[in-house]
C-alpha cells in the first residue's frame, strides 16, 4: 500500500487498513476518555463509507490516526488521536490534511466533527486547520460534558 511523507522529517502516512485496529484502539485507549473498543475499530475500518490514514514511525509502527465516516459529499471526523511520545510533532495535523485533501480530491464538499469544549488542544489544531464552531450537542459526553460542533468548507 502507498505511504506518503508528511514532509521534512514528519511521519510517514498511509491509508488506514483493517488490521490497524488494534494499534488504533491502544493509542484511543491511552489518549482518548471515551475510546472504542478494538472490535468497533475494526467494524469501522471495514465500513466501505469508513475512510482514515494512519501515521508510522520510523519503525512503521502506528503513532497516530484519523477517521472519518463519508456520505454524499460530507465528511464527519468520527475519531483522531496521537500517541503520546509523538503529540506536539505535528502528526495529528498531517493526519487531518491527508484526510481533507484526500476527500476534497475525491468530491468531498463539506467536513464536520464533533470536540470536547475542554480539549484545548484539539480546538487549537481545528482552528488553525479552517474549522469554525458550527453548533454545540449539549451533554453529548458520557461525563455530561458538551460538544462543539465544528465544520469547514473543502
Known sequence: MPTRSSGAGGPRLRPART?????VAS???A?????WSRAAFAQTLATPSSVGWVALDPRARVIGYVLGRRAADELEI???AVEGRAQGQGVGRALLDALLEQQRQQGARAVFLEVRGSNDAARG???????ARRGE???YYRDGE???VLGRAL
Not at 19 to 23: K, V
Not at 125 to 131: R, T
Open 78 to 80: 468520527t475519531s483522531i
Open 137 to 139: 450537542r449539549a451533554a
Open 31 to 35: 489518549t482518548l476518555p471515551e475510546a
Open 27 to 29: 493509542i484511543a485507549a
Open 125 to 131: 489544531l481545528y482552528a488553525a486547520a479552517g474549522f
Open 19 to 23: 488490521a490497524d485496529a488494534a494499534a
Open 146 to 148: 458538551s460538544a462543539l
